[in-house]
């Protein structure tokens, strides 16, 4: 089992930039590729960034390129997405998730999940 726990989110203006970040444990942190989707009220959960289990690669959702960076310090078991430039539409539950086998932006090949941060952006 892995457990992963979210923090960072908050309220924000349009234009801020916020932080999270998602401590894992339970197995070894550079098992996994680790991935960070989003889910707005009413919506379908969406796909936001990924990065490899060595950091070496990166994908992005085209609505968050250019705006978001995904990272990952595998010596303290974190991943952290930083946010800029954020829109009112990037309000949402955001979530990491771990995947040990898959690399990419389907959350069904995700293994675990945490429980997700709120973030709110005002216009």
């Known amino acids: 089992q892995v457990q992963l726990v979210e923090s960072g989110g908050g309220l924000v203006q349009a234009g801020g930039s916020l932080r999270l970040s998602c401590v894992a444990s339970g197995r070894p942190f550079n098992n996994y590729h680790m991935g960070w989707f989003r889910q707005a009220p009413g919506k379908e959960r969406e796909f936001v960034a990924a990065i490899g289990w060595n950091g070496a690669n990166t994908l992005y959702a085209d609505s968050v390129k250019g705006r978001f960076a995904i990272s990952r310090d595998n010596a303290k078991n974190t991943v952290s997405l930083q946010m800029n430039t954020l829109k009112p539409e990037d309000t949402a539950a955001y979530y990491c998730?771990?995947?040990?086998?898959?690399?990419?932006?389907?959350?069904?090949?995700?293994?675990?999940w945490g429980q997700g941060t709120q973030v709110t952006v005002s216009s």
């Open positions: 998730a771990a995947s040990y086998r898959h690399y990419g932006l389907a959350g069904a090949q995700y293994d675990y």
